[in-house]
C-alpha cells in the first residue's frame, strides 16, 4: 500500500459533528437493503462450490422480528435471519443489530449443520462481501503492534481499483489493527472486525462504490452432524461530510456507550509486582500499610504480574502453574486480595491461560486427554478448540480468580497461534483449513463470558505481547491497560531512548478507533507523567505530587478525539491530540527535546462557531482567556513554549449564555 502519515484533518464543527438524521437513515436504508434482506446479502460462502449470493433460490429465507428486548448489546435492535439450505441440512441465521442512533449496524453469520452427515463443503466464507456508495475515498488504517515506536500509526491512501488487502500475521494483529474508514468526498463509513483469530479485510475502489470484504481468512471445510462455524463480527458505521474526524469519533461514541463493558473507567493502577518480583505475602501486606494516604486515594486497582505461581529459570516456564508459589504466599493470594478488597481497590493478576510449558500442572492434566494440548517447540497450546478443554479451563481459571479475591483479569497471549491451528486441522480434523482456528476463537469468547459472570465486576485486561488482539469482539469484553510492547521495561529498569515519544505516537494512532486504552509511567518527571496522560495508566511508585492530578483529562480522553499535529517519533517536531466535546476539553501539547521553534500555533476543533470560550493553561487556571470558537478552529493561539521536551495541557470551555 502506498501511503503517507503526516497528514493533517480539516476543520468540523461541533453541529457537523452530531449524528444526523439523513445518516441514522442511511444506515437504516443499507442495512436493510444489504442485511435484513432476501435479494442481496452483503455476506457470502459457497456450499459445495455455489456461492450463497449467485444462488438464493436454494435457500429458503425468512427475516424474524427486530426486538430491543433481544439486542446483542445495549442501545441496539436485533434481527435474526435464517437461511435454510433446500439441498442439504445446512442451516444459516445472521444475528444482526442496528444502532440507529449511533448510525450504526453490525453483524454476525452463523452456519450449522442440522443432519446427521457430513455437509458439502463450505468455503469463500465473507462475514462482508458489500459495497458502500462513497465515490473515489481515502481509506484511514492503523499499523498493529510489531512491537515497534510507530506502533498503532495512521496511515492514509487513496482506495485503489485493485483490492487492497489487510490482514492478521500468524493469528494476532501485528500488520495492521483491523478498522477501517473509508471517507468520500460526501459521506463515508468506518468498518470494524471482531475475529481474535487470522482476520482478512480488503478494500477496493470500484467506480462510486467501494467493495468491502472481511472473513476468516483461511477457511474450507465440511461441517460434521450437529457442527456450528461463524463468520468475525462486522459493524458499519455510516458518516457524511467527507471529513473522516466525523467518522472516527462517531465509530468511538458507539463503543463507548453501547461496545465496551460498562464496567471499564479511568482508572489508575500501581503495579506492586512485575515479572521479576520475589516478595511474599508478609512484604505485600506491609507495603500496602505504608502507602501514601494521598495516593492511596488515587489508585484504582494494584497490579501483580506474571511470576506469581512456581517456576524455574523465569516466569516464561512457569506458565500452566496457575495456583500461588506456597513458598512465596503459603496462604494463597487470598489475604492480598481480602486486604486489596478492604481498602474498597481492585485486584488485578496475570494469568497467560493459553499458554502451557511442560511439566506444569496444566500440562500434566491436558496430557491426559486427547486434543487438549497442541505441540510446537516450548510453548505448547492449550486448545480453546476443544469443548472440554474449554470448559476445563473456564472452571478452573474462574475458581482461581474467586480463591485469590481476583477483580481485575489480565489475560495475555505471547505467542502465534495460526500454526498450531494449522497443525490441528490436519492431526485432528482431517486436513479441514480453519476448523480448528474457528472452534478455538468462538470458545475463546465463551470462556471471556464464563469469567465475567463468575466474578461481579470483573474488568478484563486484554494483552497478547501488548496489543496484538485488539479486534471489535475483544473491545466488548475488555480493554488493553497495556497497549504495546514497546513500552516494556528490561530487567535492570532501563527502558527505550525513545519510549516517550513512541507513547505520545502510539496515542496519536490508536486513539482514532479505541476510547480506552493504557501504559505505565516509567519517569518521576512531568514530561513523562503527561506523555502517560491515557484513559488507563499505571505506575511502579506513584508520586504524590503527580499522580491525582490528571484525572479529569483522561476522561475527556473518553469524549471525542481530534489529530492536531502529527510528530510521528521525531525529536524535532511537535506532537499535538484534542480530547473532550463541544462544551470542554483538553488540548495536550508536546514539545519534544530538539524543537527549536518555541511558538506552536494550537487550532481547536469540534467546536462550536457562536460560542465563547475560556482557554486556560492547565498549570496556571485561574488564567483564563475568552476566544470565540471560531477563532479557536480558525487563526487559533499561539502558545510560546520556553522549555523542551515540556507537555502542555491548555483546557477549553464553553461560556453559557
Same mark, same amino acid.
Given at each position: 500500500?502506498?501511503?503517507?502519515?503526516?497528514?493533517?484533518?480539516?476543520?468540523?464543527?461541533?453541529?457537523?459533528?452530531?449524528?444526523?438524521?439523513?445518516?441514522?437513515?442511511?444506515?437504516?436504508?443499507?442495512?436493510?437493503?444489504?442485511?435484513?434482506?432476501?435479494?442481496?446479502?452483503?455476506?457470502?460462502?459457497?456450499?459445495?462450490?455455489?456461492?450463497?449470493?449467485?444462488?438464493?433460490?436454494?435457500?429458503?429465507?425468512?427475516?424474524?422480528?427486530?426486538?430491543?428486548?433481544?439486542?446483542?448489546?445495549?442501545?441496539?435492535?436485533?434481527?435474526?435471519?435464517?437461511?435454510?439450505?433446500?439441498?442439504?441440512?445446512?442451516?444459516?441465521?445472521?444475528?444482526?443489530?442496528?444502532?440507529?442512533?449511533?448510525?450504526?449496524?453490525?453483524?454476525?453469520?452463523?452456519?450449522?449443520?442440522?443432519?446427521?452427515?457430513?455437509?458439502?463443503?463450505?468455503?469463500?466464507?465473507?462475514?462482508?462481501?458489500?459495497?458502500?456508495?462513497?465515490?473515489?475515498?481515502?481509506?484511514?488504517?492503523?499499523?498493529?503492534?510489531?512491537?515497534?515506536?510507530?506502533?498503532?500509526?495512521?496511515?492514509?491512501?487513496?482506495?485503489?481499483?485493485?483490492?487492497?488487502?489487510?490482514?492478521?500475521?500468524?493469528?494476532?494483529?501485528?500488520?495492521?489493527?483491523?478498522?477501517?474508514?473509508?471517507?468520500?468526498?460526501?459521506?463515508?463509513?468506518?468498518?470494524?472486525?471482531?475475529?481474535?483469530?487470522?482476520?482478512?479485510?480488503?478494500?477496493?475502489?470500484?467506480?462510486?462504490?467501494?467493495?468491502?470484504?472481511?472473513?476468516?481468512?483461511?477457511?474450507?471445510?465440511?461441517?460434521?452432524?450437529?457442527?456450528?462455524?461463524?463468520?468475525?463480527?462486522?459493524?458499519?458505521?455510516?458518516?457524511?461530510?467527507?471529513?473522516?474526524?466525523?467518522?472516527?469519533?462517531?465509530?468511538?461514541?458507539?463503543?463507548?456507550?453501547?461496545?465496551?463493558?460498562?464496567?471499564?473507567?479511568?482508572?489508575?493502577?500501581?503495579?506492586?509486582?512485575?515479572?521479576?518480583?520475589?516478595?511474599?505475602?508478609?512484604?505485600?501486606?506491609?507495603?500496602?500499610?505504608?502507602?501514601?494516604?494521598?495516593? &492511596?486515594?488515587?489508585?484504582?486497582?494494584?497490579?501483580?504480574?506474571? =511470576?506469581? #505461581?512456581? !517456576? /524455574? $529459570? @523465569?516466569?516464561?516456564?512457569?506458565?500452566?502453574?496457575?495456583?500461588?508459589?506456597?513458598?512465596?504466599?503459603?496462604?494463597?493470594?487470598?489475604?492480598?486480595?481480602?486486604?486489596?478488597?478492604?481498602?474498597?481497590?481492585?485486584? &488485578?493478576?496475570?494469568?497467560?491461560?493459553?499458554?502451557?510449558?511442560? =511439566?506444569? #500442572?496444566? !500440562? /500434566? $492434566? @491436558?496430557?491426559?486427554?486427547?486434543?487438549?494440548?497442541?505441540?510446537?517447540?516450548?510453548?505448547?497450546?492449550?486448545?480453546?478448540?476443544?469443548?472440554?478443554?474449554?470448559?476445563?479451563?473456564?472452571?478452573?481459571?474462574?475458581?482461581?480468580?474467586?480463591?485469590?479475591?481476583?477483580?481485575?483479569?489480565?489475560?495475555?497471549?505471547?505467542?502465534?497461534?495460526?500454526?498450531?491451528?494449522?497443525?490441528?486441522?490436519?492431526?485432528?480434523?482431517?486436513?479441514?483449513?480453519?476448523?480448528?482456528?474457528?472452534?478455538?476463537?468462538?470458545?475463546?469468547?465463551?470462556?471471556?463470558?464464563?469469567?465475567?459472570?463468575?466474578?461481579?465486576?470483573?474488568?478484563?485486561?486484554?494483552?497478547?505481547?501488548?496489543?496484538?488482539?485488539?479486534?471489535?469482539?475483544?473491545?466488548?469484553?475488555?480493554?488493553?491497560?497495556?497497549?504495546?510492547?514497546?513500552?516494556?521495561?528490561?530487567?535492570?529498569?532501563?527502558?527505550?531512548?525513545?519510549?516517550?515519544?513512541?507513547?505520545?505516537?502510539?496515542?496519536?494512532?490508536?486513539?482514532?478507533?479505541?476510547?480506552?486504552?493504557?501504559?505505565?509511567?516509567?519517569?518521576?518527571?512531568?514530561?513523562?507523567?503527561?506523555?502517560?496522560?491515557?484513559?488507563?495508566?499505571?505506575?511502579?511508585?506513584?508520586?504524590?505530587?503527580?499522580?491525582?492530578?490528571?484525572?479529569?483529562?483522561?476522561?475527556?480522553?473518553?469524549?471525542?478525539?481530534?489529530?492536531?499535529?502529527?510528530?510521528?517519533?521525531?525529536?524535532?517536531?511537535?506532537?499535538?491530540?484534542?480530547?473532550?466535546?463541544?462544551?470542554?476539553?483538553?488540548?495536550?501539547?508536546?514539545?519534544?527535546?530538539?524543537?527549536?521553534?518555541?511558538?506552536?500555533?494550537?487550532?481547536?476543533?469540534?467546536?462550536?462557531?457562536?460560542?465563547?470560550?475560556?482557554?486556560?493553561?492547565?498549570?496556571?487556571?485561574?488564567?483564563?482567556?475568552?476566544?470565540?470558537?471560531?477563532?479557536?478552529?480558525?487563526?487559533?493561539?499561539?502558545?510560546?513554549?520556553?522549555?523542551?521536551?515540556?507537555?502542555?495541557?491548555?483546557?477549553?470551555?464553553?461560556?453559557?449564555?
Amino acid at each position: 500500500m502506498t501511503s503517507i502519515t503526516d497528514f493533517g484533518f480539516d476543520s468540523i464543527t461541533a453541529e457537523e459533528m452530531k449524528v444526523t438524521a439523513s445518516e441514522k437513515q442511511h444506515c437504516r436504508q443499507w442495512y436493510e437493503e444489504n442485511i435484513i434482506c432476501t435479494d442481496k446479502p452483503a455476506y457470502d460462502f459457497t456450499v459445495g462450490g455455489k456461492s450463497l449470493g449467485c444462488n438464493l433460490r436454494d435457500w429458503d429465507i425468512s427475516v424474524g422480528a427486530e426486538s430491543e428486548s433481544g439486542a446483542v448489546r445495549r442501545g441496539g435492535k436485533t434481527t435474526y435471519i435464517t437461511l435454510k439450505h433446500k439441498k442439504s441440512s445446512l442451516v444459516t441465521v445472521v444475528e444482526a443489530t442496528i444502532y440507529e442512533e449511533n448510525a450504526t449496524c453490525e453483524w454476525t453469520v452463523f452456519i450449522k449443520n442440522t443432519g446427521t452427515e457430513n455437509s458439502p463443503v463450505i468455503g469463500d466464507f465473507y462475514a462482508a462481501d458489500c459495497d458502500v456508495k462513497t465515490g473515489a475515498s481515502t481509506l484511514y488504517i492503523s499499523r498493529g503492534s510489531i512491537p515497534a515506536a510507530n506502533d498503532f500509526e495512521l496511515c492514509k491512501s487513496p482506495v485503489s481499483p485493485a483490492p487492497m488487502i489487510f490482514n492478521a500475521n500468524g493469528g494476532r494483529s501485528e500488520a495492521w489493527l483491523p478498522y477501517l474508514n473509508i471517507c468520500g468526498a460526501g459521506s463515508g463509513v468506518v468498518m470494524a472486525v471482531g475475529w481474535t483469530g487470522q482476520w482478512h479485510m480488503s478494500a477496493q475502489q470500484r467506480l462510486e462504490n467501494v467493495h468491502l470484504t472481511a472473513k476468516q481468512e483461511f477457511f474450507s471445510s465440511y461441517l460434521n452432524a450437529g457442527e456450528q462455524v461463524r463468520s468475525p463480527l462486522v459493524s458499519l458505521t455510516f458518516y457524511e461530510g467527507g471529513n473522516a474526524l466525523k467518522g472516527f469519533n462517531t465509530f468511538r461514541s458507539w463503543e463507548t456507550g453501547c461496545v465496551c463493558p460498562e464496567s471499564i473507567a479511568p482508572l489508575n493502577g500501581y503495579v506492586i509486582a512485575n515479572e521479576f518480583s520475589t516478595l511474599t505475602t508478609d512484604v505485600f501486606l506491609s507495603m500496602l500499610d505504608r502507602i501514601n494516604p494521598v495516593a &492511596l486515594e488515587n489508585t484504582d486497582y494494584f497490579w501483580m504480574d506474571a =511470576g506469581w #505461581y512456581k !517456576y /524455574n $529459570e @523465569g516466569w516464561y516456564d512457569g506458565v500452566g502453574n496457575w495456583i500461588p508459589d506456597k513458598n512465596r504466599f503459603p496462604d494463597g493470594l487470598k489475604p492480598l486480595g481480602d486486604k486489596i478488597a478492604a481498602m474498597r481497590k481492585k485486584f &488485578l493478576l496475570w494469568y497467560e491461560p493459553e499458554r502451557v510449558r511442560e =511439566g506444569t #500442572y496444566l !500440562y /500434566n $492434566e @491436558g496430557m491426559k486427554h486427547d486434543g487438549w494440548i497442541v505441540k510446537i517447540g516450548d510453548n505448547l497450546l492449550w486448545n480453546m478448540g476443544n469443548d472440554d478443554a474449554c470448559e476445563f479451563i473456564s472452571g478452573y481459571i474462574s475458581k482461581s480468580l474467586v480463591e485469590n479475591g481476583v477483580t481485575m483479569y489480565r489475560q495475555d497471549f505471547n505467542f502465534s497461534p495460526l500454526s498450531y491451528w494449522e497443525k490441528t486441522d490436519r492431526e485432528l480434523y482431517g486436513g479441514r483449513e480453519g476448523i480448528s482456528e474457528n472452534r478455538y476463537v468462538t470458545n475463546l469468547y465463551k470462556y471471556l463470558d464464563c469469567l465475567l459472570d463468575s466474578v461481579d465486576g470483573l474488568i478484563i485486561d486484554n494483552c497478547a505481547s501488548g496489543g496484538k488482539r485488539l479486534d471489535l469482539e475483544m473491545t466488548g469484553r475488555s480493554l488493553p491497560l497495556w497497549r504495546s510492547d514497546y513500552n516494556c521495561g528490561n530487567a535492570d529498569g532501563t527502558v527505550k531512548d525513545d519510549v516517550l515519544e513512541a507513547t505520545q505516537a502510539m496515542t496519536y494512532g490508536l486513539s482514532c478507533w479505541l476510547p480506552y486504552s493504557g501504559t505505565n509511567r516509567y519517569f518521576r518527571s512531568e514530561y513523562a507523567s503527561r506523555t502517560a496522560v491515557l484513559t488507563n495508566q499505571s505506575v511502579y511508585a506513584p508520586s504524590v505530587e503527580e499522580y491525582a492530578r490528571y484525572d479529569k483529562i483522561s476522561e475527556y480522553m473518553t469524549g471525542n478525539y481530534y489529530p492536531l499535529a502529527y510528530g510521528g517519533t521525531d525529536t524535532d517536531r511537535y506532537l499535538a491530540m484534542q480530547f473532550g466535546n463541544e462544551t470542554e476539553g483538553a488540548a495536550i501539547i508536546y514539545r519534544r527535546e530538539n524543537v527549536k521553534e518555541n511558538s506552536f500555533a494550537l487550532v481547536l476543533n469540534g467546536l462550536s462557531p457562536d460560542k465563547s470560550y475560556e482557554l486556560c493553561n492547565f498549570d496556571s487556571r485561574e488564567i483564563k482567556t475568552v476566544y470565540s470558537g471560531e477563532k479557536l478552529m480558525s487563526d487559533g493561539v499561539t502558545l510560546k513554549i520556553n522549555e523542551a521536551p515540556k507537555a502542555v495541557i491548555m483546557l477549553y470551555n464553553e461560556i453559557a449564555d
